[in-house]
């Protein structure tokens, strides 16, 4: 069943000192680019969020949004290094005194160095990275969940589309049956008219016959037919297909081109703009699954 790349999912996760939230949000892509953001500077593990994420996502841009909320009982798990701060403050005066500075230092100088604050312990942690991945789990369960529901309604309309295009390549074929040996008679008529005795009949036959079977249109009804049924065969396979759907709807239009430059039926050039308006909605929704 087709999945959607687009989504939100909320996770959360509760610990002794803090409460870790995870928000997921994910945007249409040609491949899994995932973007992190934390309210914390001490996260180490970036990087195996990261690889969860497009491991369990495969496709789409997904916004990673971790919150880190202390717990106000159980105090700060970034505390500041008083003496850290006074020897920060003491190395900026130097450097301005040094360097010719006139500007005085602002709170934004020191606040933008993290060894001012007194790291949280190993065990503090690993802690919060036992509840982050707790909550990314939460998190991706409801964004895939989000994802499988706009999946299966795009898979109908998807479906319902497909069908209405086997539909017309089936009337074009009716319409076509006799379009071969109508132009053989209609072209041999006017060549006859044109070049009475001036060419052996038998080689006009021939000539004729070229030209009229490539204004057949057979082969691609065929090959239409046969893209329509990987189509509907990908859109049930339980795997990112997306771009293997965009390859056929391409290969659908290229054929549906072919029949409207081979065709001077009206009614089958009729058809031919309904179908391409089918296979070129299509497309446009196949670029939002994954």
């Known amino acids: 069943m087709l999945q959607s790349m687009t989504g939100f999912g909320r996770g959360e996760a509760m610990g002794e000192k803090c409460v870790v939230s995870v928000e997921l949000r994910s945007v249409n892509n040609r491949y899994c680019d995932v973007i992190m953001r934390n309210n ?30 202390e717990s106000k009982s159980n105090g700060d798990l970034s505390k500041l290094d008083s003496e850290a701060v006074k020897n920060y403050a003491t190395l900026l005066g ?54 499988n529901g706009e999946g299966e309604k795009l898979s109908s309309d998807i479906v319902e589309r497909v069908s209405d295009v086997q539909k017309r390549v089936d009337e074009i074929g009716q319409l076509s049956e006799n379009n071969s040996s109508k132009q053989f008679e209609k072209l041999k008529q006017r060549v006859d008219e044109l070049l009475r005795e ?32 990987q189509f509907l065969t990908y859109i049930e396979i339980d795997e990112p297909v997306g771009k293997r759907l965009d390859f056929l709807l391409q290969e659908m239009n290229r054929e549906s081109n072919t029949i409207a430059s081979k065709s001077n039926e009206n009614g089958i050039a009729h058809i031919v703009v309904e179908m391409k308006n089918q296979i070129e909605s299509m497309r446009e929704q196949v670029q939002n699954v994954i």
């Open 40 to 69: 914390k500077g001490y996260m180490a593990w970036d990087e195996e969020i990261k690889k969860q994420i497009q491991k369990r996502l495969k496709r789409g841009k997904i916004f990673c949004n971790l919150h880190i909320e």
């Open 94 to 147: 130097e450097i301005k005194k040094h360097a010719g500075i006139e500007e005085p230092i602002k709170l934004s100088h020191l606040l933008g160095n993290n060894n001012i604050f007194v790291q949280p312990s190993k065990d503090d942690i690993e802690e919060l990275k036992k509840l982050a991945f707790e909550a990314l789990e939460v998190a991706i369960t409801e964004l895939t969940g989000m994802r």
């Open 198 to 229: 001036r060419i052996e009949p038998g080689k006009l036959d021939y000539e004729l016959a070229v030209l009229s079977d490539k204004l057949d249109i057979t082969e691609e009804c065929v090959r239409l037919k046969s893209h329509i049924k």
